[in-house]
């Protein structure tokens, strides 16, 4: 399990703030004991009033522009993004962090805002210690991912991987765990899921999750949004990292001015709270994954050593079925299981095209069906088609 804080602080020293937690160590402690790992949300943007502000931008360590006003992100304040392309920068970044977080037993991080998001996005006046960011801006999320992967190497730890909003050829190398961003909580976001993920694996980032539900609002009390938090929670147990996080309404009132009070938090997001058909649906599924959880380890084996995606495209597994190349809406999770969300209100069956070269086993109703054929599968609320392969065991 993982229990995930922002902190944003005033003075901008990326540490725990003492008004909110007095004793971090004892808090992470007692975490740990319950089987909970705490992850750090980090931002890459740094404060005007920070007390490294001053010295970073003296040595080159924060993005800078070739004229005017020197870019910023604003975002309660304004900040600037320290530049990830900077060997000295990236290092500087991890001591911080090390000092502040690592010493209280803190090893995962999630890293927000990678792109780095702006406040304007002028690439050709943006400029890096690699260059413009016309040249290299691709680069940066890489490079972000980079600074916490080398930094927590250097600690010893061998296995790291860090949540990261925005991902660039190679960034799996650094143990990229990217998720889809920050994107919109409708049915069609839904659907541009199922080609984010795809598109992600192909090109070689097998970690790849998305916020089930969407973030940008959603009402738990809503039936139509109920609805799509259910089929979209169905669509991610059968993704490579399976997680809930959104920005829900009602939002809930400001507490404190200061710390973690900066911000306004989102209303409940918790699987019970969208009633107790969802909750039920959530249950289910969450028991799926865990039952999941050998086949998964050995998909993630096979990604790390072969580079075999984990979601795939249809067609990655039936070359030899032109039908295949077609499929832009199911996709194979492994080898063995071919998976058909649902992303349409109301819908309550939906075609499948069953590869040809194998047969295939509803598991749902346990029937079986040739390949080479278009079905029509009944997908109640409840119920994602799924179909295994050669008589694969789902469980």
Known sequence: MLSTFFHWKKQGDWSFDDDYFPNPKAMIDELKEMGIETVVSVWPTVEKESVNYKEMNDKGYLIRTDRGVQTTMEFLVP???????????RKFVFEKCKKNYCSLG?????????????????????????????????????????????????????????????????????????????VGTSFKDLKNQIMAGLNMSLAGISWFTTDIGGFHGGYPENEDYR???????????????????????????MVGSTGGG?????????????????????????????KLKPYIKELMKEAHEKGTPVMRPVFYDFQDDPKSFDVEDCYMFGPSLLVCPVYEKGKLSREVYLPNGAKWRDTNTGKLYEGGTTITVDSPLEYIPVFARDDFNLI
């Open 79 to 89: 900040t600037v993004p320290f530049d990830a392309t900077n060997p000295d920068a």
């Open 106 to 182: 803190i090893k995962n991080f999630w890293l927000d805002v990678a792109e780095p998001e702006c406040a304007v996005y002028d690439f050709d006046n943006m400029r890096y210690f690699k260059g413009s960011n016309l040249q290299i801006g691709n680069l940066y999320p890489a490079m972000y991912a980079k600074t916490f992967y080398d930094g927590l190497k250097s600690t010893g730890k061998d296995d790291v991987i860090s949540l990261i909003r925005c991902a660039w050829a190679g960034s799996q190398k650094y143990g990229a765990l990217v998720w889809s961003g920050d």
């Open 227 to 253: 609805e799509i938090f259910a089929r979209w929670f169905e669509y991610g147990c059968f993704c490579p990292v399976m997680r809930v996080h959104g920005d829900r309404h009602p939002r809930q009132p």
């Open 262 to 290: 900066m911000c306004c938090s989102g209303g409940p997001n918790e699987v019970y709270s969208y009633g107790d058909r969802v909750y039920k649906i959530c249950c289910h599924y969450l028991e799926l994954r865990v």
